[in-house]
């Protein structure tokens, strides 16, 4: 299984952006997409989560700026940026939940990151 992200880049503070991670390959099912964050120096933070029904989780330094949604049927998932601040520069990888086969294990996968840059 591949995960393509992308849609990251530079931009000024109070813009906007919009990552996409699409996942490829021997899927039965996905579970869970999300998005996670790296800043340097610091540890990898969850930034938002949806579920296969469409639930949802963001961490507090991003609600209301942030929304991540899913497209099953091209097995996407994407996080809509707004209001965008110098501390939301980090590299974001995507992460998918899911099976290779009914029943089976949900395995986790990671996408390459994509460096989003916001400039004050």
């Known amino acids: 299984v591949q995960l393509q992200a992308s849609g990251g880049g530079l931009v000024q503070a109070g813009g906007s952006l919009r990552l996409s991670c699409a996942a490829s390959g021997n899927i039965f099912s996905i579970n869970r997409m999300g998005w996670y964050r790296q800043a340097p120096g610091k540890e990898r933070d969850l930034v938002a989560v949806?579920?296969?029904?469409?639930?949802?989780n963001y961490a507090d330094s991003v609600k209301g700026r942030f929304t991540i949604s899913r497209d099953n049927g091209k097995n996407t998932v994407y996080l809509q940026m707004n209001s965008l601040k110098p501390e939301d520069t980090a590299v974001y990888y995507c992460?998918?939940?899911?099976?290779?086969?009914?029943?089976?294990?949900?395995?986790?996968?990671w996408g390459q990151g994509t460096l989003v840059t916001v400039s004050s």
């Open positions: 992460n998918v939940k899911f099976s290779y086969y009914s029943g089976g294990p949900l395995i986790n996968s």
């Open positions: 949806i579920t296969s029904g469409g639930d949802t």
